[in-house]
């Protein structure tokens, strides 16, 4: 096992939920889907930060390997995702949520 | 404050500052690049955390190829300032906020009150393997606390680690079941073990027990090899480990012979009397003979003994049975690999092909499937318009026959029309 880690894990949890935060804030303020989309991304970030954390704490290698398939996750979601929002746009020539509101009751 | 805490401190204030300068700028291009600089962060607090892997991973993959992605959309689309017009639901932007600040209050304190840097993993079970070298002994089975544990043990060979929970057992060996072969249950018989032996097991060890000795008093040795398996500095080198095994010997060594003239070189392990484990020694990786030497006599020999770099290996000196007489004879145990360095790219590429090899498949499907979606999602759209195209025209051709009847009929031609329609 592995030395313990020079700066307390608990620091980089912190940042993590400070993080995180930011993508859900991005989530519900922005009206740009793709700008919504990064932000989702923001999100993601943190949590694999808080796996790698505390993979170092437990000098366990699973987490890191969480991150791996993370990512890899997050790649093929990109890939869909974008797709989407270019046959939204070409269909309704714009990608403002508030202006996508065909579905509402 | 250390270097690294002043150093995490740095890259933490940019990692957050240019979070913040992603949710507020205007422009999505600009969005996308303070993104780029925030999964560098990311990458970075990754090699702080022993995770090089996952930070060239980072690098290559998000900032590298989902940002390009996004970037290639946002100019694709031209939505640089989408999202900029009149806004319908005002009270959503405070709202959020106000959802976020209580959010981040309750995981602070989640985090602080939880003491999360003082958690303790918890430790490993203690790993075992056990080597026959009990000269004229039948295959073994093992039974740890009346449970049969491992099973048909030939002479000269080596179980692999197997983990059990620490703690005392009680372990009887006793002749092996020939396969298929019905055998009373030796527990249940009250059968004479060949031999017996106490393994004292403590997390986070790894031993290896060596059944030797005489065939009518047989031994069971113990060498902790904790060390033995730890990482390795220098990658090319290998471990060897030597045992005596013999029941009664004058000390022996343990010399590397020289291949070309035949005469005894580096000495391994020096007088090593018997019962007793010598400590772990590198070499270099290669080919090596290795022969046992006591005084003036070579006792034994391991030739041609491959050493694999980054393998453990046990050398045991005990005898063989040979038809009535009984000889010395030097065993090499199957090698073991040492363990790597934590988050090393080897590690997690062992890890991958072994423990994780099913989720890795899956998510190398989903990969497929992505790609296949996103043609199809931009294919159906080009579908869908041509079937909406053909649509409009046959209802025109449809108007126009109608209006074409009416004019023939003299029917008020708005008739015909609604009713076309």
């Known amino acids: 096992m592995p030395q313990p880690p020079a700066v307390d894990i608990q620091n980089f949890v912190i940042l993590s939920a400070i993080l995180f935060i930011m993508g859900v804030v991005g989530v519900l303020i922005r009206r740009n889907a793709i700008m919504i989309f990064m932000s989702v991304e923001l999100m993601l970030n943190p949590a694999n930060l808080a796996l790698v954390a505390f993979a170092r704490q437990w000098g366990e290698v699973n987490g890191q390997l969480i991150v791996f398939f993370v990512i890899t996750v997050a790649a093929a979601e990109v890939a869909v995702g974008l797709a989407l929002i270019v046959a939204i746009f070409r269909t309704k020539q714009t990608i403002d949520i508030d202006e996508l509101h065909a579905m509402e009751g | ?421």
């Open chain 2, 1 to 421: 404050m250390s270097l690294e805490a002043i150093l995490f401190f740095i890259v933490a204030v940019i990692a957050v500052g240019s979070a913040a300068a992603m949710l507020t700028s205007r422009n999505a291009v600009h969005s996308a690049l303070f993104l780029v600089v925030n999964f560098a962060c990311v990458a970075f607090f990754y090699l702080m955390l022993n995770a090089p892997f996952l930070a060239m991973i980072q690098i290559t993959v998000y900032a590298g190829a989902i940002m390009v992605l996004f970037m290639f959309v946002i100019m694709l689309l031209g939505a640089e300032k989408l999202g900029t017009g009149p806004v319908h639901y005002a009270w959503l932007a405070p709202l959020g906020s106000l959802l976020a600040a209580v959010f981040i209050v309750v995981a602070m304190f989640v985090i602080v009150n939880g003491k999360i840097g003082s958690l303790q993993p918890v430790p490993h079970d203690p790993e075992l393997r056990v080597v026959h070298a009990l000269p004229g002994a039948p295959a073994l089975d093992i039974y740890m606390n009346k449970v049969k544990a491992l099973k048909t043990l030939d002479y000269t060979q080596a179980t692999e680690y197997v983990r059990v929970p620490p703690g005392r057992y009680f372990v009887n060996f006793y002749p092996a079941c020939a396969n298929g072969a019905t055998c009373p249950d030796p527990i249940a018989t009250n059968a004479k073990p060949v031999a017996t032996a106490v393994f004292d097991l403590a997390p986070e060890t790894s031993t290896i027990y060596v059944v030797a000795g005489k065939p009518a008093a047989p031994q069971v040795y113990t060498v902790n090899t904790t060390q033995d398996r730890s990482v390795m500095a220098d990658e090319t080198n290998a471990r060897v480990r030597a045992i005596n095994a013999l029941p009664e010997s004058a000390p022996v060594n343990l010399v590397v012979i020289d291949p070309a003239t035949g005469t005894a070189g580096q000495t391994l392990v020096n007088s090593l009397p018997s019962g007793k484990v010598s400590d772990p020694v590198e070499l270099p990786k290669g080919t090596y003979d290795l022969v046992w030497i006591r005084g003036a006599d070579r006792v034994a020999a391991s030739n041609d003994l491959r050493l694999n770099p980054k393998t453990a290996e046990l050398i045991v000196l005990t005898q063989e049975a040979n038809g009535a007489a009984i000889r010395d004879t030097s065993i090499s145990v199957e090698p073991t690999l040492v363990a790597e360095t934590f988050g090393s790219p080897q590690q997690i590429g062992i890890s991958l092909l072994s423990t994780f090899l099913l989720p890795f498949e899956l998510v190398s499907l989903l990969l497929l499937a992505a790609m296949v979606g996103a043609i199809i999602l931009t294919r159906e759209e080009v579908t869908r318009r041509v079937r909406e195209r053909r649509v409009v025209t046959e209802g025109a051709l449809r108007i126009n026959r109608a209006r074409a009847e009416a004019a023939q009929a003299n029917v008020p031609q708005t008739n015909a029309e609604s009713s076309a329609d």
